[in-house]
Every structure is written in C-alpha cells, then in structure tokens.
C-alpha cells in the first residue's frame, strides 16, 4: 500500500534499518471519524501555497490557521490549541522544523501531529535533529487528495489515542469521578457546589441543588470523544466545567458534517432535545479534555417546573443562540422575491460542488438566464408584473431541473443554474422544457405578457476555483447567441 502512495506522488520507496517500527495507537485511520470543525495550523509565508491548503481542507470541513513562520505558530497554537499542524520546510533555517518540539510542549501533546512540506524529502528526513519528530511528510507539489487523505489519517490516529499506559487526560473512554465518593450525602455536597458555580444555576436554593444532583454523575471526556450523537434519545443535559466541545451536524445526504459552532466553560448542552422531547439535532465532540457534570432528563425538567429564575436563564440561553443561528442563516437567507437561493449561497453551493465534481472528475454545467424586457414590463406594467414574471421564471426553473440541481438568483433579471453530472449535449432538453413550462405557466396565472429568456451555458471538466469566473464563460456564451439571433433576425 505505501508503495501505491508512493507512486501515486512520483516517488520511489525505499526502507533502511533494522530498529523496530515505533509503537503507534491501535486506532485505524481508515475508521470514519468527526473532523469537522477540526483546526489545522498552517505555517508557511507562501499565500498561494496556505489558498491551496484551505481549501483542501474545506471539503472536510476543516478550519485552517495560516501564520507566516514559527515564532507565529507557537503564539496561535497556545491561543487556538490546533488539532494538527502544516510546515513548510522552506521556511529560515532558525524558524522551521527545529522549533517542532517548542510547539508540542507549548500545547502540551507528546503526539501532536506534524506534516513537513518539503522539496526532496529523504528517507531518513524524519529521524534528523532539525526535523524534531516530525510524524509525516509531503513532497512538492503534492496533491490536493494526498494531502487530504494525510489529514484525516493522522487526525483519525491522534484525536482519539489509547494506550494502557495512558494518563486519565488521554484514555479513549470517559472517566466516572464520582464513582471515587464513597458518602454520598458528601458527593451531593460536592456536586451541588460544582452546579451553584454555573450562572444558570446561581439563582437555585440549596435544597434544588441537592434534588437537580442526586443522581448526577461527574465525566470527564478525552479529546476526540463522541459524547452525544445526532438521533439519540435526550436523557440528559450536560453542564461544561472545564473544556471545550465541537456541535456539529452531519449533511443531509450524511457524507460529511457541518460545524455548527463550539461550547465552552458554564455553558450547557443537550437542552434543546429535553424542550422538545426529540431525538439530538446534532453530534457534539469534546476538542479537549472536557469536565463535564451530567444532570438527568427528569430532574431538570422537575427543576424548571419549580424555579421561575432557572427558567428564564434558560430561555435567555436559548434565546441567544438562535440570534446567533439567525445571524448565520440570515447571510444564506433565500432571495426573498423568489425563494431561490440567493448570490451568496450560489457562492457557496459552488464551492462544495465543485470541489466535488473535480475529486469525482464528472465535470460540471452552469445554465445563465436573462430575462429580457424586463424593464420594459416594469415600465409599461409596473413593478408588481416585473415581479411576478420574475417569480414565473424562478417556478419554471425549479419545476424543470431536478431536486439535486441548484438554481438560484444572482442578479435583478440574472438567474443561474448549476446542473450536476449532465453534459452540454443535455441543454437541448433542459431548454426545451423550461420554454414549454413557462408557456404553461404564464397562461395559468394570466400574465399580459409572454416571457422570454436569453441562456448561456459553461462546462468544464475540471471546474474553476469560482463561480463568478464560470458564470463569466456563460455569459460570453450568451452574448454569442444573442448575436446570432440578431443577425438571423437581419438576414431573414
């Protein structure tokens, strides 16, 4: 296999030494896990080189941390705690690979993860006292799928690690503190201290303290652990002593997961599904190690039935975070005339699927659309015709492409569609049946005029890096065609 990996970046294996291999976590790489969201340091001064990176990453739904050298990486990685780190070698001699071992004693993680950028690479690169333990490297130029691939193997390997004589900081499976107590009324004592320190909970007497933690446990979690996952059952909230943790939400089609943000220190989680008596919406991952002091499904609810202040801290808290979802939604909202999705989610629809298209190497078609005289319609009809012939258009397109097509609006009388493993050959019939149904549907609704729209088409096998510089090639194809229908309509 590493001789297939070898090849595949024009190298040739070769394997010196007789040691014995260093013994690694028995964790396999190939076991699918939750990295997204996962934070990747990036140092190199070469901003085209961190561009490729990120957007290497961005199909996992990593986050890159790009910094200029060293010195700047052992600053940030303290502040950002990183899951794995990217270096060029082609960094100053004084601030390369050589300050490794400061990083991963500044983050305090023996086994954190380091892939080496290098130009010629060789066999005994990883063992040099200037590369300082260096867990892998890519040759340049590498490819995009290689180094991804690299990612989450190393990712897969360390953010879970278990070994027997692991601390209790680093085992893969979470530690029950309160087991340790042997009085119980002493545990409780303990436990209710603990819960009185969280804001939500100052406002509760003694006496609901000591009933919310009766049959509450103390956990804490190694990084990387899956504490909860989208489709349990809500048995429980959770009350973040110490830590940090990921809320993620696996796609519809569940091939990857969106970061749907991070929790830290007093924060709680898992009270929605307790409000809404429903399976978890999301996935939730501890980034470290998280202190954690579990409260049951039942005693929670009983204790929001008797406190008015517990309540309202809690719709506070969640009145919050939906203005923060709110916020983030509002930047992908629909285009509210039509309901398509508007320039920004084209944008970024785009990336996801041409990222994809280009790892599946099935080439990608995008559709333009201008509806034409339409400022005329506004002028002699009015604007409440202009748009309902706006919105016509937006339903005819809907109604003659599939469910896995996007179709959006992404100017005044600008409509686009990216079409998914269909060829220009397909066009044709889309054409055709976008005509017939906006004959249709202009006749259903009355409309005093007839609807007309000029196409553009692009494809490409290998998708540019954005959609504007596609819907670019469309447009010129649609001034062509608006061209020959001019100078057909002249000669006939």
Known sequence: MLEVFAAREGLELQISGSDRATPVAEISALRRRLIAGARVLVVTPDETQVASIEQALAEDGMVALPVPDMHAALTRGSEDLPDLAIIDTALASDDGA??????????????????????????????????????????????????????????????VTHTESAPPDTVDEPVTLGDAHDDRGATRTLLAGMLASVPLFRGLTPVQLNSLVAEATEQVYPSGHVITRQGELPQSLWVLLSGRVRVVEATTDGQAEMLLGELGQAEVFGELGILRDQPRSATVVAVERTHCLVLRQADFVAALNESVLLANGLLRVVASRLYDADRKLARYAPDPLTGLNSRRALHEQYRRIAASARRRKSGLLVLALDVLHLKIINDGFGYTLGDEVLRTVADALTESTRTTDVVARYGGDEFAVLLLDAMPKDVDVILTRLRDKLGALTMQRRLPVSIDCTPGIAWSHNPPETVEEFLREADRDMHERKTHEKERRETA
């Open 98 to 159: 050589g300050l490794i071992p400061a990083l991963r004693s500044r983050l305090g993680r023996a086994n954190f993860p380091v892939i080496l950028l290098a130009e010629r690479p060789e066999v005994t690169a990883l063992h040099r006292p200037e590369v300082g333990g260096a867990t892998d490297y890519l040759a340049k130029p590498y490819s995009p799928p290689m180094l991804r691939a690299r990612v989450r193997a190393w990712l897969a390997r360390t953010l």
